[in-house]
């Protein structure tokens, strides 16, 4: 009933034009601001997707994952231990300030200096040094092989004077394609730095955080947003597809959603009890019921086409082992059928909580007494991040490169140097990592992460869910966006938009 009523009031809505919007500005809903524009600091979803309209790095990714030059125009790697990159000239920052070799080194200096405690320091810890040779060549000297190192260099450069500074989460200085005009509350306000003069082009973009899916919904059929992205409650989907004025457009993802674990805790220590989680999650039945059965199931980070995934057994649904488990783990249900409690930390989006509860639905059942403790996405992160957890879920975003496990299993890479939040720590897997992350050849880095793989899949280190869809939602006035597997929103900024007359 309550489905029905919201479908009511999105017809009425959508039956009303919106007020006429100002030409070139496209409104973008978000489930969440992004919690710094720093590139020396972001990690989240949110700020990784608007950064990449105001930073760029030496290199970028495209759409294949490959590497392509950026900011450098060519570079060389004459030995395991160098390489050396020819910056491309006439770049300005967008405070008019001409991009040197300089800015580079200071932003990866900045990056690994402790005192900055920047948490992408953990990805750069083969770095021995970064010189500048001239105006336009940066030298970077390692100090182990790195075969992962170019992949991350695609980083946001900042200029000399800001990257050394402490982190500036709200104002930034880039030299990205759009520069920051105004971020007030849960408004984001971007402007292209060479205003494009075709009419039709996204001069401005304004990003605008509204908290609650159905809300978004409600928006973009009245006309108040152009454009969302995920975070959709799916029983809405057929009803905006039958709507001729909203485009509907969806594709996998490298998106990998998981259940976080605290492997210090008391109870969750035991790979049994870990275990016992993962059997008790009937994860056909939560995507069916919750994500209109769009997610593809998980068993690691990467998806199964990539060169580097390894093919693990399947985790099926049966609450009957995961019973026996908790026995043999030393955690027998007491008089009321209670065998011990947990609290589950998630952020106030609406399917998150509902993932979150019927998860802990499912692991009531057999036993475990499961408190949803849901935060605003700040205060949220902030406490995974430092590990104040037992359990959470979240998504790693945008995955291509295999050393994301090295990043996510490294004993070195407990937080803040790394995304090990689970406090992980095995001397085999941090050999194979350290190994697959200096050899260069692809078959022996995909036999090493595979044995990672197997291994992080054997001690339920996190417990995997599925790759999430890519769902995008456009409103008439904006045409040829493409959804991308990493789900970012670049191509908003190649998009075409219609006056704002509806």
Request: glycine share 6%; charged share 20%.
């Amino acid at each position: 009933m309550i489905r029905a009523a919201w479908v009511t009031v999105l017809l009425l809505l959508s039956c009303h034009a919106g007020s006429a919007q100002p030409d070139q500005l496209l409104r973008v809903g978000m489930a969440q601001m992004p919690i710094s524009l720093d590139p020396r600091y972001a990690t989240d979803a949110s700020s990784m997707h608007i950064q990449q309209f105001l930073h760029r790095g030496l290199v970028h990714l495209d759409e294949h994952f490959e590497v392509q030059p950026d900011l450098a125009v060519r570079w060389e790697h004459p030995s395991q231990l160098q390489w050396r990159f020819w910056l491309r000239p006439g770049i300005h920052f967008h405070d008019g300030s001409v991009l040197s070799s300089a800015d580079v080194v200071a932003t990866l200096r900045g990056i690994l200096s402790n005192k900055l405690a920047s948490p992408l320091k953990g990805g750069f810890a083969a770095v021995e040094r970064v010189e500048a040779q001239g105006e336009d060549q940066v030298l970077i000297t390692l100090n182990k092989p790195d075969a992962s190192l170019l992949t991350r260099l695609n980083v946001g450069i900042l200029p000399e004077a800001l990257a050394m500074a402490p982190q500036r989460a709200r104002n930034t200085i880039g030299c990205g394609p759009y520069r920051l005009v105004r971020w007030q509350s849960n408004e984001l306000d971007l402007a292209r730095v060479q205003p494009d003069v075709d009419k039709q082009a996204v001069n401005h973009i304004r990003f605008v955080e509204v908290k609650d899916p159905v809300t978004r919904m409600l928006k973009i059929a009245r006309g108040e947003l152009d454009f969302i992205q995920n975070d959709l409650p799916p029983y809405l989907l057929p009803y905006l597809r039958r709507q001729p004025a909203i485009h509907i457009q969806t594709r996998p993802s490298t998106t990998f959603s998981y259940i976080g674990l605290n492997l210090h805790d008391r109870f969750l220590q035991d790979v049994r009890v870990r275990q016992a989680l993962a059997l008790a999650l009937d994860r056909d039945q939560l995507k069916r019921a919750l994500f209109a059965d769009l997610p593809e199931l998980a068993e690691t980070v990467l998806t199964p086409d990539h060169w580097a995934a390894a093919k693990l057994p399947v985790d099926r649904f049966d609450p009957g082992r995961a019973t026996e488990l908790l026995d043999q783990a030393g955690f027998p249900a007491n008089a009321e059928g209670v065998r011990f409690s947990l609290t589950y930390r998630t952020s106030t989006d609406p399917t998150r909580i509902r993932l979150a509860t019927a998860i802990a639905s499912m692991w009531e059942k057999i036993g475990i007494k499961v408190s949803v403790e849901s935060l605003e996405w700040g205060g949220f992160y902030a406490r995974i991040k430092s590990g104040d957890f037992q359990v959470f879920s979240l998504s790693w975003v945008g995955i291509s490169d295999p050393d994301i496990y090295r990043w996510i299993l490294h004993s070195s890479m407990w937080p803040p140097s790394g995304a090990n939040r689970g406090r992980y720590s095995n001397k085999q897997v941090d050999d194979w990592l350290d190994r697959a992350s200096a050899s260069q050849n692809q078959l022996e880095r995909q036999r090493l992460y595979g044995l990672v793989q197997r291994k992080m899949h054997d001690d339920m280190v996190y417990i995997p869910l599925w790759y999430e869809p890519v769902i995008a939602v456009s409103g008439p006035r904006i045409h040829g966006f493409r959804p991308q597997a990493d789900g970012s929103l670049f191509g908003l900024s190649q998009a075409s938009l219609e006056d704002g007359r509806q």
